[in-house]
């Protein structure tokens, strides 16, 4: 499973659409595999260029890391829209330690 989660240091950033970094984690068999940290910095282009494009922009991500699973605290309904027509699994409402997180995420479901 590859999961993308926005960071603040060791923890989640709440910011999801305005991070300046997102790691991209793969989880096999309940253990993290591979942890790489992203200097995306949408916080700073968020609001650079048409109507759209920071959209595209994060979709351009997602695909190019092969990312499966998002993992954020929240994002505004046209993203998280995008996503699930992406195809994307979303979990909303995550806050504290990003590795926890990740492997929350990647935990079977009941």
Do not use: C, Y
Not at 1 to 16: C, F, K, Q, S, T
Not at 30 to 50: A, C, F, M, N, Q
Not at 66 to 72: A, F, S
């Amino acid at each position: 499973m590859r999961i993308a989660l926005p960071v603040n240091g060791e923890d989640l950033d709440p910011r999801w659409g305005k991070a300046h970094d997102v790691v991209v984690t793969e989880v096999d068999h309940g253990e993290i595999s591979s942890w790489e940290l992203h200097e995306v910095e949408w916080d700073r282009l968020h609001d650079e260029g048409p109507h759209g494009t920071h959209h595209a922009r994060i979709v351009r991500f997602l695909i190019a890391n092969k990312v499966d699973t998002v993992v954020i605290d929240h994002a505004g309904q046209s993203m998280l829209n995008t996503m699930a027509k992406m195809g994307l699994r979303v979990i909303t409402g995550q806050t504290g330690s990003a590795r926890q997180a990740a492997l929350r995420a990647a935990a079977p479901q009941p």
